[in-house]
C-alpha cells in the first residue's frame, strides 16, 4: 500500500523552495519514467532536462510565469514527436529486434499495420497520440517523484511554438507536450501545502460494465476496421 500513501502526500506544488534534488534521485524518477509503457513501444518522445537558471528564467516567461519553473531543482520538459514516419518507426523497430536477438523483419508486417493507421488518420492525430504516450511516461515519473518524497507539479500552461523555439526544436521532428518541475514545496508559503485532498469519490469514480449495460445495436460481428486501416 506504499503507493497509496506516496500518493495521498503529493499535490501539484504551488510554491517550491529553491532546495536541490539529489541527483540519486533525479536519475530515479528520469528512469522510472524512461521504463513506462508506451503504444507499440515505439516511445515517440524524449525527457529534456533543465537546471541552467538563465534558461529556466526564460522558460518562465513562456510559462505564464510559474514560479515553479524557476523555484525548482529541476526542469523535465517532454518532447514528443510530430509525427509517425516510416524511418522514425523503423528505428525503433530494428533496435528492439537487435535487443532480441531477432531479425529485423520481425516487425515488418506488424509495422506496415501501424503505419497504414496512422497515414490515414493524419499529422495533427499522430502528433496528438505521440503526446498522449508522453503523459503516461509522466504519470509514471509522478509516482516516482513521490516514493520519493520529491515535490513535482505538472504543467499543460506555456506557450508551446515559443518553447520549441527557446528548446531549439524547431525543424527536430519533436514539440515539447508537458513540463515537470522537480523541487521542494515551500510549506510556509505554499497556500495548497495544508490543504485537503479532494478527488471524485470511488462510486462516482469506477463504474462496471456487464453485457448488459453494452449498446445493443453494436454487432462487433460487423465491425471492422475497413476504411479505417488500408492497405497500400
Not at 32 to 54: E, F, N
Request: contains cysteine; glycine residues 4%; negative net charge.
Amino acid at each position: 500500500m506504499t503507493i497509496l500513501k506516496d500518493l495521498q502526500w503529493r499535490y501539484a506544488t504551488k510554491k517550491m523552495n529553491g532546495n536541490s534534488v539529489p541527483q540519486e534521485k533525479v536519475d530515479y524518477i528520469l528512469e522510472a519514467a524512461r521504463l513506462a509503457p508506451s503504444s507499440s513501444g515505439l516511445q515517440p518522445y524524449k525527457i529534456i532536462v533543465v537546471t541552467d537558471k538563465v534558461l529556466l528564467e526564460k522558460i518562465k516567461g513562456v510559462a505564464y510565469n510559474q514560479s515553479q519553473i524557476v523555484d525548482c531543482s529541476h526542469l523535465l520538459i517532454w518532447a514528443s514527436w510530430d509525427g509517425y514516419t516510416n524511418d522514425r518507426v523503423t528505428a525503433v523497430f530494428n533496435e528492439m529486434m537487435d535487443e532480441r536477438n531477432l531479425p529485423h523483419s520481425t516487425m515488418d508486417t506488424y509495422k506496415q499495420t501501424i503505419m497504414d493507421r496512422f497515414e490515414n488518420y493524419g499529422r495533427e492525430y499522430q502528433a496528438h497520440h505521440a503526446a498522449k504516450q508522453a503523459y503516461i511516461s509522466l504519470g509514471i515519473a509522478m509516482a516516482a517523484a513521490a516514493e520519493q518524497k520529491v515535490d513535482a507539479t505538472p504543467m499543460e500552461g506555456f506557450l508551446e511554438d515559443k518553447l520549441d523555439k527557446l528548446l531549439n526544436l524547431e525543424g527536430t521532428g519533436y514539440t515539447s507536450a508537458v513540463i515537470l518541475p522537480l523541487g521542494y514545496r515551500d510549506e510556509a508559503n505554499d497556500w495548497l501545502v495544508k490543504m485537503p485532498k479532494y478527488r471524485t469519490p470511488k462510486e462516482r469514480f469506477v463504474t462496471e460494465v456487464t453485457i448488459n449495460d453494452a449498446n445493443p445495436d453494436v454487432d462487433p460481428m460487423t465491425e471492422s476496421l475497413e476504411g479505417i486501416i488500408t492497405p497500400k
